[in-house]
């Protein structure tokens, strides 16, 4: 079995979480929202099959008000610890409680493929390669 490459601590905090360009927004009031992303067609998902059994054609994420306040902020341009930061200074909490939440949070958007998780160390490497 493949193990899976993951983030140390301080390239988790340096990493820029960036969503997904193919998930789209529905807004639900003032400060929710539903994010939306396409499922892959897989063979099993027509005809015949699709005459007897519906299949989704996408997934739905329904955000509270926190989560979209988190949502909003993976833009590509913020790093993970700015999100905390921003995170902790907005509901006055400790940067470690802000970390906990935002970092569990941020993990379930990656697993469902709605954020990837940009780490900086990709950039410095692809400049210091050498002809």
């Given amino acids: 079995m493949k193990r899976r490459q993951g983030f140390s601590v301080d390239q988790f905090l340096d990493a820029m979480p960036t969503a997904n360009a193919a998930i789209r927004e529905q807004a639900v009031g003032d400060d929710r929202v539903v994010l939306v992303a396409p499922l892959k067609k897989r ?16 997934r739905r994420v329904g955000l509270d008000a926190l989560g ?9 341009r913020h790093t993970t610890e700015q999100i905390m930061d921003l995170f902790a200074q ?10 906990v939440c935002v970092s569990q949070f941020l993990r379930m958007l990656t697993e469902r493929g709605m954020v990837a998780m940009v780490g900086l160390h990709s950039r410095e490497s692809q400049t210091d390669r050498t002809p």
Wanted: aromatic share 18%; net charge positive; charged share 30%.
């Fill in 90 to 99: 907005r509901h006055r909490i400790h940067f470690h409680e802000a970390r």
């Fill in 43 to 58: 063979w099993f998902n027509g005809p015949p099959v699709t005459w007897f059994v519906p299949m989704k054609r996408e």
């Fill in 68 to 76: 979209t306040e988190v949502w909003r902020l993976c833009d590509g």
